[in-house]
């Protein structure tokens, strides 16, 4: 009988889903199936009243998304269309752990080889960092609404580069650009310490001294970095110390 396949096959609610899945993945939430629902990479079926329910597909399907995500750092772009295209995700793919620079081998947006420009001195248009950082235009153009991104003369630099792409590792988590205005506040307070400390020798006239104020600036803004790094981890540390172990009877005092 047409369609009795899929009457018949069996579907979870989103709870059981989490109870399977969270042991190998902690921090998956509801919040974050329903937004990887909305990126098209899971298709539950909607209940009457509304509730998502998930079939077994349903759920290695998620896994796999899940995976490659956090195994070999796919932009999700990436993996629904693989998926979509029935082709497997996993494929020749190598852990993509961003990085600050492109392959060498490709080329410049004027055509020119990557290797005759140095790493600092490469340019990308919107579209050339969408592709390579595996974010999506529209999110690019939030990053710029909000100050996230720096554009000049129509292109962007590596630099950028590593911001799109820890972006949209973050868009994955359901973080949008919107939520890192916090970031930019932190980092201009920085560049304020910073530019502080040299302001005495950078108004100098000696090329010498003038170097000198380059070099104590990018250290002490380096040495900024690892006491913000080490507080957010310890930080992060405490809250996470705090979470009960899965199926840990929770205190009710």
């Known amino acids: 009988m047409p369609g009795s396949e899929q009457t018949q096959t069996p579907r979870v609610g989103i709870g059981a889903l989490l109870r399977r899945l969270q042991p190998r993945f902690p921090d998956l939430t509801a919040s974050k199936v329903r937004f990887l629902e909305d ?33 070999r750092y796919l932009p999700l772009r990436v993996i629904r ?5 029935g082709l497997d995700p996993a494929a020749g793919t190598e852990p993509q ?14 055509g ?14 919107l579209r050339e960092l969408a592709a ?41 988590y359901g973080i949008e650009p919107r939520h890192l205005r916090v970031l930019r506040g932190a980092s201009e307070r ?32 380096s040495l900024c970095l690892s006491i913000m790094s080490a507080m957010v981890h310890a930080q ?4 996470v110390r705090g979470f009960e172990a899965p199926g840990q009877p929770r205190n009710t005092r």
Do not use: C, W
């Open 81 to 85: 269309d693989r998926l979509d295209r």
């Open 97 to 110: 752990v961003p990085e600050t620079t492109p392959p060498e081998d490709t080329a410049g947006p004027e």
């Open 236 to 239: 992060v540390d405490d809250t």
């Open 132 to 172: 390579r950082s595996g974010s999506e235009v529209p999110l690019l153009r939030e990053m710029l609404n909000h100050g996230l991104l720096v554009e000049r003369s129509g292109e962007f630099d590596d630099r950028a580069l590593a911001i799109a792409r820890a972006a949209a590792g973050l868009s994955g």
């Open 39 to 71: 990126q098209g990479l899971v298709h539950p079926q909607r209940t009457a009243s509304g509730y998502r329910k998930y079939a077994e597909q349903d759920i290695e399907r998620l896994e796999t998304v899940l995976s490659l995500q956090q195994e």
């Open 112 to 125: 020119e080889a990557a290797g005759d420009r140095a790493p600092s001195e490469r340019r990308y248009t």
């Open 190 to 221: 920085i560049v304020a310490l910073v530019d502080g400390s040299v302001a005495p020798l950078r108004n100098r006239r000696d090329p010498e001294t003038r170097q000198t104020a380059v070099q104590r600036a990018r250290e002490i803004s």
